[in-house]
T-cell receptor, first 116, second 114 residues
């Protein structure tokens, strides 16, 4: 499967715990984007990363949320001290380094986070 | 501020009919406009995309119409089939140095009745 992979697919956390979401981009892709989707809403951009660099985090909440994309391994979206309002579907997308293809973003299946 | 407004929120079309979903944007720096299809429990899948240098793009039964002066674009699904029943999102992006993520509309729930 050469698509974008995300895990876990479902995650349940109690208030105050940490949530860690993982994303492996498509083979050959080095650009990763994270989006959040609330019920009956469109996707909201959170952060854009390239290997070892955060390029644009304009959509990321200022507190409790962080993201990384290390040289080796998947991209991680970390939510500390989760609250009920963090319950949502979190989608990762990736795009190619080839300039003419860079704008085409391919989405993973998402992680559905439920905070009790 | 909602930068991409999508309508209608839901749409019911008879099998074989034409489904039309409309989007309007405010940011004149947007220069890439994709449409995504999402089935329940799945991630969005790219359907078709257009740049503002053309007024129409067609791929199979899917057509994007683009009106730059009105800052509007629409998705037309010809000969709609029950398998097209899904949520459709329009999106826009400023490729020239603005925010790197896509700005999405709120989605249209499309139901194709057999």
């Amino acid at each position: 499967n050469a698509g974008v992979m995300q895990n876990p697919r479902h995650l349940v956390r109690r208030r105050g715990q940490e949530a860690r979401l993982r994303c492996s981009p498509m083979k050959g892709h080095s650009h990763v984007y994270w989006y959040r989707q609330l019920p009956e809403e469109g996707l909201k951009f959170m952060v854009y990363l390239q290997k070892e660099n955060i390029i644009d985090e304009s959509g990321m909440p200022k507190e409790r949320f962080s993201a990384e994309f290390p040289k080796e391994g998947p991209s991680i979206l970390r939510i500390q001290q989760v609250v009920r309002g963090d319950s949502a579907a979190y989608f990762c997308a990736s795009s190619s380094e080839i300039s003419r293809d860079i704008e085409t973003q391919y989405f993973g299946p998402g992680t559905r986070l439920l905070v009790l | 501020q909602q930068q991409v407004k999508q309508s209608p929120q839901s749409l019911i079309v008879q099998k074989g009919g034409i489904s039309i979903i409309n989007c309007a944007y405010e940011n004149t720096a947007f220069d890439y406009f994709p449409w995504y299809q999402q089935f329940p429990g799945k991630g969005p899948a790219l359907l078709i995309a257009i740049r503002p240098d053309v007024s129409e793009k067609k791929e199979g039964r899917f057509t994007i119409s683009f009106n730059k002066s009105a800052k509007q674009f629409s998705l037309h699904i010809m000969d709609s089939q029950p398998g097209d029943s899904a949520t459709y999102f329009c999106a826009a992006r400023d490729s020239g140095g603005g925010a790197d993520g896509l700005t999405f509309g709120k989605g249209t729930h499309l139901i194709i009745q057999p």
